[in-house]
């Protein structure tokens, strides 16, 4: 008896793998795809005022000077290559991954992780009014700036991806290399030390002439380094970068009000 054959019309949508969505928005292609949007606006920003600046020169972001520095040492130069660094660091993470073709990249996932870069900044907003007792004007205190707010809309772009780049991408990576690959330390309390080394140094990073060091600002920074290197350690680049830009765009916004 022949088999009866199901039309395409007739036949059921393919089934989404369960943790579909976990899974995909942790692929570094779908972190790129995600976060490509972010780079163009600080970048092509960061053009705009700089070919409006008197001197032809706009402030950058600390940490992606830093990466920018870096690149000098060994002679090589070059303005987009942080922002082509991202690029490259994870079209090569998805050229390792072995399963790489069993998830497609989606646009529509994208939306998915900015809803899910949204609520994850909100623990940040409760945890820096507690900190400031409920008080909205010190919770949302920054480093002075003169800067106009569609800069620092900009600025909070390149933050979301170059400081996490840096102290989460990099650094959480190279010190899983040294530590228990290289020294062969027990992997999860050491794994645990490296989440509170970030969010030390994280912390560190913000202060200068024009940010002075306090108690406030300290705890608040390293409490919001440890949670953006937990997010990582979780969820992967894509929406840790995602949710630390979303958070300082938001407290723009706010302070705006």
């Not at 020169?57 to 987009?80: P, W």
């Not at 003169?146 to 990576?173: D, K, M, N, P, T």
């Amino acid at each position: 008896m022949a088999s009866k054959t199901v039309s395409s019309k007739e036949a059921p949508p393919p089934r989404l793998p369960k943790g579909h969505y976990f899974k995909a928005s942790q692929r570094p292609l779908q972190s790129l795809l995600f976060l490509l949007p972010f780079i163009l606006i600080y970048e092509l920003g960061m053009w705009y005022f700089a070919t409006h600046s008197p001197d032809g020169v706009a402030r950058d972001i600390y940490a992606r000077a830093l990466l920018e520095y870096f690149f000098r040492i060994f002679d090589i130069t070059g303005y987009y290559l942080p922002g082509l660094m991202v690029v490259i660091v994870l079209l090569t993470m998805h050229f390792f991954q072995k399963d790489r073709s069993e998830i497609p990249t989606r646009t529509s996932t994208c939306l998915w992780m900015g809803a899910e870069c949204l609520a994850l900044a909100f623990p940040l907003f409760i945890f820096a009014m507690v900190l400031a007792k409920a008080n909205l004007a010190m919770a949302l205190q920054v480093p002075a700036t003169e800067l106009h707010w569609s800069a620092q809309l900009v600025y909070s772009f390149g933050a979301g991806i170059y400081e996490e780049l840096l102290f989460r991408l990099i650094l959480i990576v190279i010190l899983h290399m040294v530590l228990v690959d290289g020294l062969s330390l027990p992997k999860k309390p050491t794994n645990m030390l490296i989440v509170l080394i970030s969010g030390l140094v994280f912390s560190l990073y913000h202060f200068s002439d024009s940010n002075p060091f306090d108690w406030f600002k300290f705890t608040f920074y390293t409490g919001a380094g440890v949670y953006f290197a937990l997010i990582y350690v979780v969820r992967g680049f894509g929406i840790v970068a995602g949710t630390h830009a979303l958070y300082d765009v938001l407290v723009v916004l706010l302070k705006m009000m």
